[in-house]
């Protein structure tokens, strides 16, 4: 089966005060962990979706050298997540079968967890696959390639992807997982500041 992954990327970093996926993560920023992590998991396709400050960010996308990756400007990004996804399907090869959804921020993610989404995804044989730990519900996502026109036809306005998954609720797996990183994200200095408390311990 062929994935595709959509790395959304472009929203404005409002409640960390500065450009978080440009902050330093081992050697170079969380950007290019993030983007380097999905390529190494075996994704036939990678879309990073920017839109505030893009410029700034495609450049700390420059070392990495890979015709699966493609970059994705959204200039509609401050209408929410489901633009930002929406932007990206518009650019997804035909040959996707299936849709590795995953956050920009969360760089202690490896491209072993982004692998074993994927195997169970198979395995599943549902529509779509949520990975948790301890109960809540975390990234990335699975989404069959079969929901494209229906999340293409969802309003970004007044609708999310919770439209899907409430629609489609009974094509649901949700995958219990041993791994916190699916949980954590960067959204805020503290969440960065204990991550990098987590890499040194």
Do not use: C
């Not at 491209?111 to 989404?117: D, E, G, I, L, S």
Request: avoid cysteine; charge should be negative; charged fraction near 20%.
């Amino acid at each position: 089966m062929k994935f595709a992954s959509l790395i959304l990327a472009a929203g404005k970093s409002e409640r960390m005060g500065t450009l978080k996926l440009l902050l330093p993560w081992r050697g170079r920023t969380i950007l290019a962990e993030v983007v380097s992590q999905v390529l190494e998991s075996g994704v036939s396709q990678a879309l990073v979706v920017l839109g505030y400050a893009a410029a700034e960010q495609q450049v700390a996308l420059a070392d990495i050298i890979d015709d699966r990756l493609q970059v994705v400007l959204n200039p509609q990004y401050e209408l929410g997540m489901l633009s930002s996804v929406q932007a990206g399907l518009r650019l997804l090869s035909p040959a996707a079968e299936a849709i590795l959804l995953s956050l920009g921020d969360q760089p202690r993610l490896p491209a072993m967890v982004y692998r074993r989404v994927m195997e169970r995804y198979i395995d599943s044989g549902q529509g779509i696959l949520i990975p948790s730990y301890l109960g809540k519900r975390g990234h990335p996502i699975v989404i069959h390639a079969r929901f494209v026109p229906y999340l293409l036809n969802l309003d970004p306005v007044t609708e999310s992807l919770h439209s899907l998954t409430s629609a489609y609720r009974e094509q649901i797996m949700d995958l219990p997982l041993d791994e916190p990183a699916v949980l954590q994200d960067v959204d805020r200095p503290e969440d960065y500041q204990h991550l990098l408390q987590e890499e040194q311990a």
